[in-house]
């Protein structure tokens, strides 16, 4: 009867093993799901979207059709910076001549203004008239995302601009969609990221901005 008790209590020992180890394994596989997921989460809350702004200090938009863009990168802003003659590291950017200014615009461009405004009242005004503007030359906020408009320019040679400059500001760049007349990218730059689509429409090239 003892030999038998012995014997009984080693079976019954085997046949907890399978059971330990699948329920080690269920462990295990629960632990590496909530890692995935909690480093998921993180991953996502640590990552921002890229600002745009423009600087167009030296542009003063009154009976022009061309202007110079070249861009700078500062703490998850990307500058496009608007101005009037060439320069290495630029790309021409062409648009329909807006007209001479009247007085009272110019000085709301050049946030100078009448006497007797306040500070506060000419940033105001210029911002809107700037905004107005830089619609006018086609750099403005499009469907909840930033877009710039080349005129007479091949896609091509927007392409090999923006990327080669993507690259020189530190960005790592990722292709996504890729057709003939549409080019889809993702950028990062640290935390910050954003989806860039070129798009051929006739002779120019439209670059939208938008969340990754």
């Not at 896609?155 to 996504?176: C, I, W």
Request: aromatic share 10%; glycine share 6%.
């Amino acid at each position: 009867m003892h030999y038998r008790n012995r014997v009984g209590r080693e079976a019954d020992r085997l046949q907890l093993k399978p059971h330990r180890k699948e329920t080690k394994m269920k462990k295990l596989i629960l632990s590496l799901t909530l890692a995935l997921v909690f480093g998921s989460a993180l991953a996502a809350v640590s990552q921002k979207n890229l600002s745009i702004a423009v600087d167009d200090s030296k542009f003063n938009y009154s009976e022009l059709e061309n202007g110079y863009v070249w861009l700078s990168y500062d703490a998850g802003v990307l500058w496009f910076h608007l101005e009037e003659t060439p320069a290495p590291g630029t790309i021409r950017h062409s648009f329909e001549e807006i007209g001479e200014f009247t007085d009272d615009q110019l000085d709301a461009i050049s946030a100078e203004g009448p006497s007797g405004s306040s500070f506060i009242e000419l940033r105001a005004t210029a911002a809107e008239v700037r905004e107005r503007f830089q619609k006018r030359v086609n750099m403005y906020e499009h469907m909840n995302g930033w877009q710039i408009v080349h005129q007479d320019v091949a896609l091509h040679s927007a392409l090999d601009y923006y990327l080669s400059q993507f690259e020189e500001l530190g960005f790592t760049v990722t292709g996504g969609l890729q057709m003939a007349n549409v080019k889809a990218y993702t950028i990062a730059n640290g935390s910050h990221r954003s989806r860039v689509v070129f798009t051929r429409t006739g002779d120019d090239v439209k670059v939208f901005f938008s969340n990754a």
